[in-house]
């Protein structure tokens, strides 16, 4: 974003006193995004607070996939929900659809539920989602960490020093709660269902793996301009 931009936007979310206030913030490095209050995502204004992490606009692709598949009346989940853009775009492009998302972190909780037009819950992965969606779930969407831990101090000091650990960090090969998302869909899918996780595409052969283990088959979708992976992996009906 240019200088011009941000100064436009700090200059609307305060004047004054206030604007100082919200300049110096900026200027010490803290994300724009957590000093205006709110991210631009797939067209919509997310609002977003320290310490939960800043949605991306790679992740539009992974919004965009997932609101292809889904129908008015499918049951969709966002996981790794952090403040919960990605199931707020399915949701404002797919009017109609049951929208549940999780996130394990309780600030990003707090967060969501004031961007899901949906339920938000607060737990590890599936352990969050009330028993009755298991089964139902018609597109299961989620953009879980896939840092490798030996790369998040390689990360720009925004993302490093101001967002979650948990948001960012993936384990060794960046794949650790991928690997848990993909090996427990299958009992949480609607036959015909799809499973749609973000990836980088150095990592995306790993990823299909994780989906193939988990029973799903899976294919990967690229976008050029947004340098966006998406791997998605259907539930046999």
Do not use: K
């Amino acid at each position: 974003m240019f200088a011009e931009e941000e100064a436009r936007l700090l200059l609307e979310a305060a004047g004054g006193d206030a604007l100082e206030a919200l300049v110096r913030r900026r200027v010490g490095g803290e994300p724009l995004e957590y000093v205006v209050g709110w991210a631009q995502f797939a067209g919509l204004q997310v609002v977003v607070a320290e310490g939960v992490f800043v949605p991306r606009r790679r992740s539009e692709f992974l919004a965009r996939c997932a609101a292809d598949l889904a129908r008015p009346g499918d049951v969709v989940v966002d996981l790794c929900c952090g403040a919960g853009a990605v199931g707020a775009a399915v949701a404002a492009w797919v009017p109609g659809v049951s929208l549940h998302a999780a996130d394990v972190d309780p600030a990003a909780v707090a967060v969501a539920r004031r961007n899901v037009p949906g339920a938000v819950y607060e737990g590890d992965l599936y352990a969050a989602l009330p028993g009755e969606l298991r089964g139902r779930v018609d597109v299961l969407v989620a953009n879980a960490p896939y840092i490798p831990t030996g790369e998040i101090p390689l990360l720009p000091a925004e993302a490093r020093l101001y967002e979650p650990p948990v948001a960012l960090d993936g384990g060794d090969d960046g794949l650790d709660v991928q690997r848990r998302i993909a090996a427990g869909a299958a009992g949480w899918l609607a036959p015909g269902g799809t499973l749609l996780i973000e990836t980088s595409e150095r990592q995306a052969p790993l990823t299909v793996a994780a989906f193939e283990a988990g029973r799903l088959e899976a294919r990967v979708e690229t976008c050029e301009d947004l340098a966006a992976t998406v791997v998605l992996g259907s539930h046999a009906a």
